[in-house]
């Protein structure tokens, strides 16, 4: 069995995320969407909204589970039999911001391809931190985010509230 992972904060999940994770699937025999931390980002949903949030978002494609890991993402993949880490790349930034981690997970987990996609043209610009910071002064998002998940971003924006653990 072709086992990938698409790995990634998911502060909230936006349909560029799915985009990716639906056309992994096309090529996996299975998708493994494993909802880590980046330590460098500050989060707005906790790990455990995160996961849920993608379960949901998942729910209705083919061959694609959900998990989560708090270690480093090579041990995630020897434990669960995952070849690839497939990552979704928007611009050039990202391929600069992605190929170290791609030689870094290389040499941790060698046999452990990186498998880059690119983003449908049409969620080029978006990231789940833009996504917060328009909503955040009050801008339209909606068009990128399931429904209920912008309800969730709403709804948190407004309460105030930020995910104080994992
Ligand atoms: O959506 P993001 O924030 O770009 O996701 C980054 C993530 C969580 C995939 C990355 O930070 C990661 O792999 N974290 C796990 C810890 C790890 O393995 N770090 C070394 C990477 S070379």
Same mark, same amino acid.
């Given at each position: ?64 589970? %959900? #998990?989560? =890991?708090? @270690?480093?993402?090579?041990? *995630? ?6 070849? $690839?880490?497939?990552?979704? &790349? ?43 910071? %328009? #909503?955040? =002064?009050? @801008?339209?998002?909606?068009? *990128? ?6 309800? $969730?971003?709403?709804?948190? &924006? ?9």
């Amino acid at each position: 069995m072709r086992r990938a992972v698409c790995p990634g904060s998911f502060d909230p999940v936006t349909l560029g995320h799915l985009d990716i994770i639906g056309r992994a699937a096309s090529l996996f025999d299975e998708v493994v969407v494993a909802v880590g931390t980046n330590p460098s980002k500050s989060r707005l949903f906790s790990a455990d909204e995160r996961l849920a949030m993608l379960e949901r978002a998942c729910a209705g494609i083919e061959r694609v589970r %959900v #998990a989560s =890991f708090s @270690g480093l993402l090579t041990d *995630f993949c020897t434990a669960h039999d995952v070849q $690839a880490i497939v990552k979704g &790349l928007r611009a050039g930034t990202d391929f600069d911001y992605e190929l170290p981690m791609a030689h870094m997970n290389a040499t941790l987990a060698p046999g452990v391809e990186t498998v880059y996609l690119p983003t449908g043209a049409g969620w080029s610009f978006v990231s789940s931190s833009l996504v917060k910071e %328009v #909503a955040g =002064f009050g @801008g339209d998002v909606s068009r *990128f985010l399931p429904d209920f998940v912008h309800e $969730a971003l709403l709804t948190r &924006l407004t309460s105030g509230d930020a995910a104080s653990g994992a």
